[in-house]
């Protein structure tokens, strides 16, 4: 069955520091892979999407992800972090055959000053 | 452009009563989706429509779950009974597009609380 897979289920950085938040997913064909992120009493906002073309992906807010197909990965970046950015965020997919948007469990990120 | 409506935000009820949700998609999105997310869980997906007709409904739990969209515009989720398991948000989303390659919108979701 398709999946996704977040590595980590909380992130704790100091401000200026550089993120990268894991992402797998299972799908062995044609996949669009995404990147939610949730603030604290918000709602679910889209911070990125591949669908094809440049794997290298840049998003909202500064981040970024790479598609890399051989790993089943699409790993967030982000080089410096602020306190904003804590947050839960959300990797999900959507493959061609099935045509709904699975995401991963979601990792809670918390930023000090 | 206005974006996905639910209502209500929060609802606390005791188990075996019933409860509805509502959502109101964007404007013109063919496609809406229900989903459920636990806390400390990603949302899972329970029902997806296209238009006003079930595209997937493979992890609703029908026995206790209903959803329609009637007219292809706004749609009702609801649950009864209510267990206490089914304590979570309930979001609801659409797109343009199936598949969702103009993006999903999401609402801000109703928490329902089960006592």
């Known amino acids: 069955a398709q999946s996704v897979s977040q590595h980590n289920h909380h992130v704790i950085l100091s401000e200026a520091a550089s993120l990268e938040l894991g992402c797998n997913y299972s799908?062995?064909?044609?996949?669009?892979l995404f990147w939610y992120v949730q603030y604290p009493g918000q709602h679910l906002q889209l911070l990125l999407k591949?669908?094809?073309?440049?794997?290298l992906v840049k998003g909202i807010k500064g981040f970024e992800a790479e598609f890399i197909k051989s790993k089943f990965s699409f790993n967030l970046r982000k080089p410096s972090v602020q306190w904003s950015d804590t947050a839960e965020y959300f990797c999900a997919a959507v493959s061609g055959g099935y045509n709904k948007l699975i995401f991963g469990a979601g990792t809670r990120l918390a930023v000090h000053p | 452009e206005a974006g996905v409506a639910q209502s209500p935000r929060y609802k606390i009820i005791e188990k075996r009563q019933s409860v509805a949700f509502w959502c109101n998609p964007i404007?013109?999105?063919?496609?809406l989706y229900w989903y459920q997310q636990i806390l400390g869980q990603g949302p899972k997906l329970l029902i997806q429509?296209?238009?006003?007709?079930?595209?997937?409904d493979s992890q609703l739990p029908k026995d206790r779950f209903s959803a329609e969209r009637l007219k292809g515009v706004d749609s009702t989720l609801k649950i009864q009974p209510a267990k206490l398991e089914d304590s979570a948000v309930y979001l609801c989303a659409s797109s343009l597009m199936t598949g969702g390659y103009d993006g999903y919108t999401f609402g801000s979701g109703t928490r329902l609380t089960v006592v």
């Open positions: 404007s013109g999105h063919a496609t």
């Open positions: 591949y669908f094809s073309g440049d794997p």
């Open positions: 799908y062995g064909g044609t996949v669009n």
């Open positions: 429509f296209q238009n006003n007709g079930v595209v997937d």
